[in-house]
């Protein structure tokens, strides 16, 4: 499903890329974005399905992460949208979700796929985390990045529904 939803979504981000009527700049604001989440999403479903190591997703999508949050102050400070606080924060959610990414796949890789398949692991470690704490911890602060980043693209689609309805 994961690679369906990336081909979905890179075919969609693609064709905003070179055909969506808005002004040259933003289509490179909204659409780059949408590009780095479909290669995020299916590079990811594709190390899953071939059993490859997913932490490399992870520190790709550090790569994406800082790359959106990028995309959002350089928005922000040349005033791109006509609620760029808005805009900026929740570029930055996106991004920090991105580079939280990576908590998941070390953990899939250590935990989940690692025990069946060794060659995947980054380092060896044993069928159950010796800190269960720890990622009990680091995997709730992802999920609630995952929520946070849902709730600013909910609130910012509330937002500007309207006054693009108008």
């Known amino acids: 499903m994961l690679i369906v939803l990336a081909v979905v979504a890179g075919v969609v981000a693609l064709w905003g890329e ?3 009527p808005l002004f040259g700049s933003y289509n490179v604001f909204f659409f780059d974005p949408l590009t ?3 290669l995020l999403i299916g ?3 594709l190390t899953v399905w071939f059993r490859l190591p997913t ?3 992870g520190v790709f ?3 994406v992460g800082c790359g959106i949050m990028l995309y959002g102050v350089r928005a922000y400070q040349l005033g791109l949208t006509s609620d760029p ?3 900026l924060l929740l570029y930055l959610a996106f991004g920090a979700l991105a580079i939280g990414s990576i908590v998941p796949t ?3 890789d250590w935990f989940i796929v690692g025990p ?6 980054p380092i060896a470690s044993t069928e159950t985390p010796e800190y269960p704490r720890m990622w009990t911890a680091l995997l709730g602060a992802f999920m609630a990045l995952t929520f946070l980043a849902g709730l600013a693209a909910m609130l910012y689609a509330f937002s500007i529904v309207w006054a693009h309805l108008a």
């Open 116 to 121: 069946k398949f060794p060659n995947v692991q």
């Open 61 to 63: 999508g550090v790569v």
């Open 36 to 38: 780095l989440f479909a």
């Open 85 to 87: 606080l808005e805009t």
């Open 55 to 57: 932490s490399f997703v």
């Open 18 to 20: 070179l055909t969506f």
């Open 106 to 108: 070390l953990f899939v």
């Open 43 to 45: 590079a990811f479903g």
